[in-house]
């Protein structure tokens, strides 16, 4: 395991306090997770780095525990800390795990922060439902996924270049 160095433990220290601010402003309790075998997976981590870094643009991104300190069932399956629909659905580190994040850290700071494209996340077009519910962008979102997942990295189309 890697040790922090000085800077690295100065940014968090600054995190903690602007992670302090944001949850004050967002004036509601986070919601609560009562699966505690969730509790810093990868992909609790990956729904927590998608909010930590759009929450708070004029700051820049904040470590990715504090994601998901403001939203520790992010990523789950399902509707909040479900467990039925999260243990039927869930593939770990297939498309629908990957969505879930996105789609969950997304839909998070667009109903609690207004920031961020919301459940479309991808801003398909043609989605019917306002991108601030829930059931917005679930079969881009997911075709998305499926279709990177099960390209070849080395052919990767969605590539920033």
């Not at 402003?25 to 810093?40: A, I, K, P």
Request: a negative charge.
């Amino acid at each position: 395991m890697e040790r922090r160095n000085q800077n690295d433990m100065e940014k968090f220290w600054k995190d903690a306090m602007k992670f302090i601010d944001i949850y004050k402003q967002r004036g509601v309790q986070s919601e609560d997770l009562n699966h505690t075998n969730y509790w810093g997976t990868r992909q609790q981590l990956l729904a927590g780095k998608v909010i930590a870094d759009h929450v708070d643009k004029s700051y820049g991104s904040l470590d990715p525990i504090f994601g998901i300190l403001l939203c520790p069932v992010a990523g789950r399956a399902g509707p909040g800390d479900s467990g039925i629909v999260h243990n039927i659905l869930f593939d770990d580190d297939g498309p629908l795990a990957y969505h879930s994040a996105a789609h969950d850290a997304f839909g998070y700071l667009i109903t609690h922060h207004d920031v961020g494209p919301g459940y479309n996340y991808l801003g398909a077009c043609g989605e019917v439902l306002d991108a601030s519910r829930c059931m917005s962008g679930q079969i881009s979102g997911l075709l998305f996924w499926k279709d990177v997942l099960k390209t070849d990295k080395t052919d990767y189309k969605y590539a920033v270049t």
